[in-house]
């Protein structure tokens, strides 16, 4: 019989943003490397905002700017993400967040264009680098404070290393259809002796 999973909550994400309960065996050791897969869903980025006014802080009586996304696909691909990060997190025995020195290898599969060339190699010749897929440092931003929002790391700002692609779904390595796969290492902790 599985061991019961203690509740705790997630660290407090931004103001405005979706709160998740994430579940932590207390008997589940610090992974070393954990995966997380977040498909069918369209990547986007975090970043640009737009003024949209003040508000005046009910506590301190000062007038705050209010700033929104600018990309209306932030919030449904952020939120995607956190919620497959905890489903990931539960299939790997609920662990605790990890901590100390991560690097994180991402491969972002973005939805393809409505015209694609037949010929095979002009397809894998292109890659999804205009404007509209977004530059690839904001889709880490939104992508790493989702894995924080899971409970898959304590702060995004423990990833000291990241090795990242931006791929069609024909390109080797992509998923299916639009999503990112995830895999996040401790580099701080010993390899597990295969004979042990």
């Given at each position: 019989m599985p061991a019961p999973a203690t509740r705790r909550r997630a660290p407090?994400?931004?103001?405005?943003?979706?709160?998740?309960?994430?579940?932590?065996?207390?008997?589940?050791?610090?992974?070393?490397?954990?995966?997380?897969?977040?498909?069918?869903?369209n990547p986007a980025p975090q970043g640009s905002k737009e003024y949209k006014g003040h508000r005046t802080d009910p506590t301190t009586g000062k007038r705050l700017p209010i700033l929104v996304e600018s990309s209306q696909r932030h919030g449904p691909w952020r939120e995607a993400a956190a919620r497959h990060t905890i489903r990931c997190r539960a299939a790997a025995g609920n662990p605790p967040p990890m901590d100390g020195i991560i690097q994180a290898d991402v491969i972002f599969t973005m939805?393809?264009?409505?015209?694609?060339?037949?010929?095979?190699?002009?397809?894998?010749?292109?890659?999804?680098?205009?404007?509209?897929?977004?530059?690839?440092?904001?889709?880490?931003?939104?992508?790493?404070?989702?894995?924080?929002?899971?409970?898959?790391?304590?702060?995004?700002?423990?990833?000291?290393?990241?090795?990242?692609?931006?791929?069609?779904?024909?390109?080797?390595?992509?998923?299916?259809?639009?999503?990112?796969?995830v895999r996040l290492v401790r580099t701080d902790l010993p390899l597990k002796d295969p004979t042990a």
């Open positions: 407090a994400p931004r103001r405005g943003k979706p709160r998740f309960t994430v579940h932590v065996n207390p008997h589940t050791p610090p992974p070393r490397e954990l995966y997380i897969v977040i498909p069918n869903h939805a393809p264009p409505k015209n694609v060339p037949a010929d095979p190699a002009k397809r894998m010749a292109m890659y999804p680098n205009t404007r509209h897929y977004g530059d690839i440092d904001k889709l880490l931003r939104s992508t790493f404070d989702a894995l924080q929002e899971g409970g898959a790391i304590v702060e995004d700002s423990r990833i000291v290393r990241t090795v990242v692609a931006q791929l069609f779904p024909w390109h080797p390595g992509a998923q299916d259809q639009p999503g990112a796969a």
